[in-house]
C-alpha cells in the first residue's frame, strides 16, 4: 500500500529531553526529509536519538521560498517533518506559511501534540485556564508595548505572552504602570529545566523578585497576567489599607474611586469591599 505523503508537525522538548515523544522520534526516523528552524540546532537533537533523516532549513527569512520547493516534495510522494528550535512549530515559530499553502493544496497534514512553553506554563499557573489569550512575545520597546498592554485594563481573562530575559524587567515595570501594581501576574521560568521556577503575586511583587539578583533575569519566561475579575476576587491587602485609610477621612464613594483608580481595580468591587469592612468592623 501506497502511504499518502504527509506533512508532520513535530513538536520538540522545550528543555528536558525526555519530553521528546516516542512517536516524534518515530516519524522524524520515517520521513524522507526534516524541515528545521536552524538545521545545526536540530543536528543535536536528532543526534540524541539516532535519527539520521536528511534536514533543511526552513526559518522566517527562507519559508516563502522553501514552502513551494517543500510542496513539491510532498505532492512527489515524500512526506516531510517540520520541526522548531524548542516546542511546537508555528508558535511564535515558523511553520505558518508551509502549513497554509500545505492545507490549500489539499496535502495532508498531521500535527503531533507535544511542549508547549505557554500551555505548560499556564497549566501550572493557578490563573485562569477557561478562557486565556496566547499573545506571543510584546514589542521590544516600552511605548509600543504599553500600547500592547493597555487593553488588558479591563480584560477578563488570562492573558499569556513569551518574553526575552533582556527585556523581563522593563516589561514588568511597563504592567506596573499601565495596569496597576497590585495586578496579579505569574512569571514561569525554565520550564522544565533544572531552574525551573515559578513567581506568583502582584506585579510590584514580581518586579522585586526580578531586581533583587540579575540572574533571576537569565533564562526563558512565560509571563502571564491574571484578568481584571480574577482581580475582583479578592482586594490586594495594600489597597484595602489605603481604602480603610481613605475611608476614614472622605465619603467610600470617593475613597474607592480614588484606590481603584491607583490599582486599576473596578471601582465597585472596592465599594463593595469599603461596606463589608464597615459592617465588620
Ligand atoms: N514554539 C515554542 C513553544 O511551543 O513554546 C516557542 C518558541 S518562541 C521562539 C521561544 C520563547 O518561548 C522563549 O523566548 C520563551 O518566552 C518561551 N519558552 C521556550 N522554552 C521555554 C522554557 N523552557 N521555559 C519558559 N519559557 C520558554
Known amino acids: 500500500m501506497v502511504e499518502t505523503a504527509t506533512l508532520f508537525i513535530v513538536p520538540t522538548p522545550i528543555g528536558n529531553l525526555d519530553d521528546m515523544s516516542s512517536r516524534a522520534i518515530e516519524t522524524l ?3 524522507s526529509w526534516i524541515a528545521a528552524e536552524d538545521t545545526r540546532h536540530t543536528q ?23 514552502t513551494a520547493m ?15 528550535d524548542a516546542g511546537t512549530p508555528l508558535i511564535s515559530d515558523p511553520g505558518f506559511v508551509l502549513v497554509r499553502r500545505c492545507r490549500e493544496e489539499g496535502i495532508n497534514i498531521v500535527a503531533l501534540p507535544g511542549p508547549c512553553a505557554f500551555v505548560t506554563a499556564l497549566s501550572a499557573s493557578g490563573l485562569a485556564t477557561d478562557k486565556f489569550i496566547f499573545e506571543g512575545f510584546l514589542p521590544p520597546k516600552t511605548g509600543a508595548r504599553k500600547q500592547v498592554l493597555l487593553p488588558l485594563k479591563e ?9 526575552a530575559p533582556r527585556r523581563i524587567l522593563g516589561t514588568v515595570s511597563d504592567i506596573c504602570d499601565t495596569l496597576g501594581e497590585g495586578r496579579h ?8 529545566k533544572t531552574f525551573e521556577t515559578y513567581v506568583d503575586g502582584t506585579a510590584t511583587e514580581v518586579m ?13 519566561f512565560v509571563l502571564m497576567i491574571s484578568g481584571v475579575k480574577g482581580e ?38 472596592l465599594y463593595q469591599a469599603g461596606l463589608e469592612h464597615t459592617e465588620s468592623s
Not at 480584560?155 to 518574553?163: A, D, H, K, S
Not at 522585586?208 to 526563558?220: I, T, Y
Open 185 to 192: 501576574i505569574v512569571i514561569a521560568k525554565e520550564l522544565t
Open 29 to 31: 526516523k520515517s520521513v
Open 232 to 269: 475582583e476576587k479578592a482586594v490586594p491587602a495594600e489597597a484595602m489599607d489605603l481604602l480603610i485609610t481613605l475611608k476614614a477621612a472622605l465619603p467610600l464613594k470617593k475613597a474607592a474611586a480614588i484606590v481603584a483608580e491607583h490599582y486599576s481595580l473596578k471601582k465597585n468591587t
Open 155 to 163: 480584560r477578563e481573562y488570562t492573558t499569556v505572552f513569551y518574553e
Open 44 to 66: 543535536r537533537l536528532l543526534q540524541h536519538f539516532s535519527i539520521n533523516t536528511r534536514a533543511l532549513s526552513l526559518h522566517e527569512h527562507n519559508e516563502s521560498k522553501r
Open 208 to 220: 522585586a523578585w526580578l531586581a533583587e539578583d540579575p540572574v533571576r533575569q537569565k533564562g526563558e
Open 70 to 84: 517543500l510542496c513539491q516534495r510532498l505532492k512527489d510522494g515524500e512526506s516531510i517533518a517540520l520541526v522548531s
